[in-house]
C-alpha cells in the first residue's frame, strides 16, 4: 500500500502561482512513478503532468507546458506540482497518483490515489 497525501491548493487570481506537494508513505518511493492529475466539475479526470522514477524524464499535458513543472524528492518521499501563470481553467481538484515502476498519462493506469487538493483560480 501507497498512501498520499496532498497539499498546497487553494483560492490564487489569474496569473499566480500555487506549489502543490504530494507526500508518500508505505513503501519504497523511489519504486513508483509519480502522476498528477485534475477532474474539474463534470468533467473526466485529466493528465496533468508525470515523472519517472529518478525524476530524470518528466512529462506534460500538452496545454500545460511551459506553466507547470512537475518535481520530486525521493529523500522526502514528495512529488511536487509547481503552477505558475494560473488560469480560471486551471480551477480543479489536483490528485496526484502513484504507479509501481512506469508512468502513464491515463489515469486508470495507477493504483494509488490522494485525497485531492482543491486549487481555485479567480478572473
Known amino acids: 500500500q501507497v498512501q498520499l497525501v496532498e497539499s498546497g491548493g487553494g483560492l490564487v487570481q489569474a496569473g499566480g502561482s500555487l506549489r502543490l506537494s504530494c507526500a508518500a508513505s508505505g513503501r519504497t518511493f523511489s519504486s513508483y512513478a509519480m502522476g498528477w492529475f485534475r477532474q474539474a466539475p463534470g468533467k473526466e479526470r485529466e493528465f496533468v503532468a508525470r515523472?519517472?522514477?529518478?525524476?530524470?524524464?518528466?512529462y506534460y499535458a500538452d496545454s500545460l507546458k511551459g506553466r507547470f513543472t512537475i518535481s520530486r524528492d525521493n529523500a522526502k518521499d514528495t512529488v511536487y506540482l509547481q503552477m505558475n501563470n494560473l488560469k480560471p481553467e486551471d480551477t480543479a481538484v489536483y490528485y496526484c497518483?502513484?504507479?509501481?515502476?512506469?508512468?502513464?498519462?491515463?489515469?486508470?493506469?495507477?493504483?494509488?490515489w490522494g485525497q485531492g487538493t482543491q486549487v481555485t483560480v479567480s478572473s
Open positions: 497518483a502513484a504507479r509501481l515502476n512506469s508512468g502513464s498519462d491515463y489515469y486508470r493506469d495507477y493504483r494509488y
Open positions: 515523472i519517472s522514477l529518478g525524476g530524470g524524464r518528466t
